[in-house]
């Protein structure tokens, strides 16, 4: 399976400014994911990034919150945006391979933030 | 009614016991099935995908059932390195893009 990795793991940030998520896979991948974990919750995706096209986002995420880049095919970013203390929360990228008889998606280690 | 719904336990127990537990689903279309574990402050693994036929991973063993629209996951023989959460996901191909629906999660603790 791919290996994930992502910058910063964590951070503290300060409510109205912004963080810049970094996702880097060691191999080449046609979709890459964005998830957000809220403490207690289960995974919700944000939005598919596909590699030279706009990133497509579920119903709840608007681009000019969460604008996402995915210049190539090993690499892509998530801002969040004008941060308030909800948005605290684990934010994790993930990417799809082919298993044997599915698609699995495996997942980086999270960005850990905290908005004060 | 939430698209993928768990138990959320916890379920306690005994070492060396064995634990099952189940995950609804509301969409039928829904094309293909996992559970992934995930251990405390970190990211989610794969644990297994789930076959049609039920498919058996050491002491893991999965079920689809496609008509009641559930899956299961038995754990024989359980162990300390058990316990974690697991999490039952849906996966979609939709023309918007394929999609994984997350359920909640089952906690187990295993006990000595």
């Known amino acids: 399976s791919a290996v994930i990795s992502q910058k910063p793991s964590r951070d503290i940030c300060q409510r109205g400014t912004s963080l810049t998520i970094q996702c880097q896979v060691d191999s080449q991948v046609t979709m890459m994911f964005w998830y957000r974990q809220q403490p207690g919750q289960s995974l919700t995706l944000i939005a598919t990034?596909?590699?030279?096209?706009?990133?497509?986002?579920e119903s709840g995420f608007v681009i000019d919150k969460f604008p996402i880049s995915r210049p190539n095919l090993t690499f892509s970013t998530l801002t969040v945006s004008n941060m308030s203390p909800e948005d605290s929360s684990i934010y994790l990228c993930?990417?799809?391979?082919?298993?044997?008889?599915?698609?699995?998606?495996?997942f980086g280690p999270g960005t850990r933030l905290t908005v004060l | 009614r939430k698209e993928v719904e768990q138990d959320p336990g916890p379920f306690n127990v005994p070492e060396g016991a064995t634990v099952a537990f189940n995950c609804t689903y509301s969409?039928?279309?829904?094309?293909?099935f996992f559970w992934y574990r995930q251990d405390c402050r970190k990211e989610p693994k794969l644990l297994m995908s789930?076959?049609?036929s039920g498919n058996e991973d050491g002491r893991f063993t999965a079920q689809l059932n496609r008509a009641s629209q559930y899956i299961s996951l038995l754990i024989r023989d359980s162990k300390l390195s058990d316990s974690a959460t697991y999490l039952c996901?849906?996966?979609?191909?939709?023309?918007?893009?394929?999609?994984?629906?997350f359920g909640g999660g089952t906690r187990v603790l295993v006990k000595p």
């Open positions: 990034a596909n590699q030279g096209s706009e990133a497509t986002y």
């Open positions: 969409n039928s279309a829904s094309q293909s």
């Open positions: 993930s990417v799809e391979d082919p298993g044997q008889y599915y698609n699995e998606q495996f």
């Open positions: 789930v076959y049609s």
């Open positions: 996901v849906v996966y979609m191909i939709k023309a918007a893009g394929n999609k994984l629906t």
